[in-house]
């Protein structure tokens, strides 16, 4: 069983920044791959970003590129999202995921 808790989401101006984190309890962390997912109001769960055990391999979408970045920590047992120039259309519940497993998801709200 894996618990995933993430943190971070708030309500930030265009063009701001936010980090969030999820913290992974439960199993050996440091072996999967995690993702961050976001859903927006009315809209399908999209992946935004996934990041390899090693931190070496990471996808973005490319709605995304160049503005966010996934990070992880394996000693924290602990991944990242760090998101600058914030868009509106960044708004959206954003949810850490590893294999079958979901957090409860962090709101993020971008006012114009």
């Known amino acids: 069983q894996v618990q995933l808790v993430e943190s971070g989401g708030r309500l930030v101006q265009a063009g701001g920044s936010l980090r969030l984190s999820c913290a992974a309890s439960?199993?050996?962390?440091?072996?999967?791959?995690m993702a961050w997912f976001r859903q927006a109001p009315g809209k399908e769960r999209e992946v935004v970003a996934t990041?390899?055990?090693?931190?070496?391999?990471?996808y973005y979408v490319d709605s995304v590129k160049g503005r966010f970045t996934i990070s992880r920590d394996n000693a924290k047992n602990t991944v990242y999202l760090q998101m600058n120039s914030l868009k509106p259309e960044d708004t959206a519940v954003y949810y850490c995921?590893?294999?079958?497993?979901w957090g409860q998801g962090t709101q993020v709200t971008v006012s114009s």
């Open positions: 995921r590893t294999g079958t497993y």
């Open positions: 439960g199993r050996i962390f440091g072996y999967y791959t």
């Open positions: 990041i390899d055990w090693s931190g070496g391999s990471t």
